[in-house]
């Protein structure tokens, strides 16, 4: 019987993402694809630094070996290197101790196609193309910042940050703030609190994040290993739509920020997330100066 993928939080990472390619990715840049090819050939046993994704894609994998007789997580590199340039990240997957047995190597391709094959509920890539593309496909998706300094700090909890509207929720609310202003906004949010918000791209993740959590505390009575956060510009009154919303899709989300406009990098820091998820360039730039960061891009 193959393997299935289907009841599994299966999270694409593309090379670039996981490890720090930026040196080959200038080469290829500058010198072209066979000089490119050339170099990861000469240097396959040369163990690649830990890249913007590499955190997150650790601590989410660790799960497995705290469960008992279940897989919750399972990791694909998907990359658009050829095999033949291949060897030196999976002698780095090697070194590194982690738990990756499948990939997607492309060899320039879109990676797009390749993402429902393999039940893939989040991608994280450096390509914004190909974030796009996911995104457009359905796909939770997002553009990975470099790194900050402390990215690499071990916490003994899961910390995953979510932005509410465009990305756990749809955008719809967000264009009426955009187009409309914040009067035409609130008052929408008021006469629509009690109809839950559409879903947005990360809502099928969140949802499977709180599958897992749930399956941990059955187990033993103690608390999860994952810790998640909502971290919103919305404030009273928009803030109960967004509480029902939770609510009636029966997930309880750790820690809650209604930040009003105030700037949200202070709290992520406070919180400590693997990663932060956010569609707003701004908020992602400030973000990425203290804690990993993935910007989501709208669906076209």
């Known amino acids: 019987m193959p393997v299935s993928l289907d009841n599994l939080l299966v ?25 490119y090819r050339q170099h990861q050939i000469e240097n396959e046993n040369q163990i690649l630094k830990l890249g913007a994704g590499f955190a997150l894609v650790r601590a989410l ?28 990240i999976f002698n780095s997957i090697e070194h590194y101790g982690l738990d990756i047995t499948r990939a997607v190597l492309s060899g320039g391709a879109s990676l797009a196609p390749y993402l429902k094959a393999f039940n893939v509920s989040l991608f994280l890539s450096l390509h914004e193309d190909d974030v796009q593309a996911a995104i457009d496909s359905g796909v939770a998706a997002a553009l990975l910042y470099q790194k900050p300094e402390n990215a690499l700090e071990e916490l003994d909890q899961i910390h995953i940050a979510f932005d509410g509207d465009a990305v756990i929720f749809s955008d719809e609310s967000e264009r ?6 914040i009067e ?12 839950p ?4 791209p990360f809502a099928r993740l969140l949802k499977a994040l709180s599958y897992i959590q749930n399956n941990f505390r059955r187990e033993d009575g103690h608390s999860a290993p994952i810790r998640t956060a909502l971290v919103t510009a919305r404030s009273s009154p928009a803030h ?23 700037a949200k990098s202070e709290v992520l820091a406070a919180f400590k997330p693997h990663m932060f998820f956010d569609d707003q360039p701004g908020h992602c730039d400030r973000a990425a100066l203290l804690v990993p960061t993935g910007r989501v891009p709208l669906r076209k």
């Open 240 to 262: 109960e739509r967004v509480i029902r919303t939770l609510r009636a899709w029966d997930i309880a989300i750790d820690e809650t920020f209604f930040m009003g406009g105030v």
């Open 197 to 200: 918000l559409p879903e947005g």
């Open 11 to 35: 999270v694409g990472i593309s090379s670039r993402a996981l490890f720090d390619l930026e040196a080959e990715e200038t080469i290829f840049r500058t010198q072209g694809l066979e000089a």
């Open 61 to 88: 994998l660790k799960l497995n070996a705290l469960a008992h007789n279940q897989r919750f997580v399972e990791v694909v590199i998907m990359s658009r290197n050829s095999s033949e340039t291949s060897m030196r």
């Open 184 to 195: 035409a906004f609130e008052h929408h949010e008021r006469e629509n609190a009690l109809r």
């Open 176 to 181: 009426i703030f955009q187009t409309q202003g």
